[in-house]
């Protein structure tokens, strides 16, 4: 083995080894933004977000060499695959967490919506009726049609 080879084979295993730490950290990061959303703590989603983030942005990076070092020494795809295997699995597993928030963050803007249109007057059980102009209306309150 040449002296290049063993530098391209030991940069793809560093970079595999950041990969993994990196994949790790995002499903810490996908577990701290599930904590701060069952919470409701702005601050906390907000740092989980930030960090969510750059991890993605860190994950590109790290990706974008592994496949450089990967054509630059194409033998040593196949020695780290198990390794790669691993991190797919684990990005598996951020998908699934990434999903499973999106879902929450669904749920409580519904709540919101709801709230905001019940406060507001404008519910989705409100009935729609046509004023005195023919315009629509929805209301849920109920309004005089004459008076004595």
Do not use: I
């Not at 790790?24 to 919470?39: F, H, K, M, P």
């Not at 409701?40 to 907000?46: G, P, T």
């Not at 993605?56 to 780290?80: F, G």
């Not at 797919?88 to 905001?116: F, I, M, P, Y």
């Amino acid at each position: 083995m040449s002296r290049l080879q063993h530098e391209l084979e030991s940069a793809l295993d560093a970079v595999m080894t950041d990969l993994h730490g990196a994949v790790t950290a995002l499903g810490e990061a996908l577990a701290a933004e599930r904590e701060a959303l069952v919470n409701a703590d702005a601050a906390a989603l907000d740092r989980a977000g930030a960090r969510k983030q750059a991890l993605m942005q860190q994950l590109e990076q790290l990706d974008a060499e592994r496949l450089q070092l990967v054509k630059l020494e194409p033998a040593a795809a196949v020695r780290v695959e198990p390794r790669w295997n691993q991190v797919l699995d684990l990005l598996r597993r951020c998908h699934e967490l990434n999903q499973r928030n999106g879902s929450l963050v669904s749920q409580r803007l519904a709540q919101v919506r709801q709230a905001l249109a019940v406060l507001t007057g404008q519910g989705g059980d409100a009935k729609a009726v046509y004023g005195p102009g023919g315009e629509l209306h929805t209301a849920l309150r109920s309004h005089h049609l004459a008076s004595a």
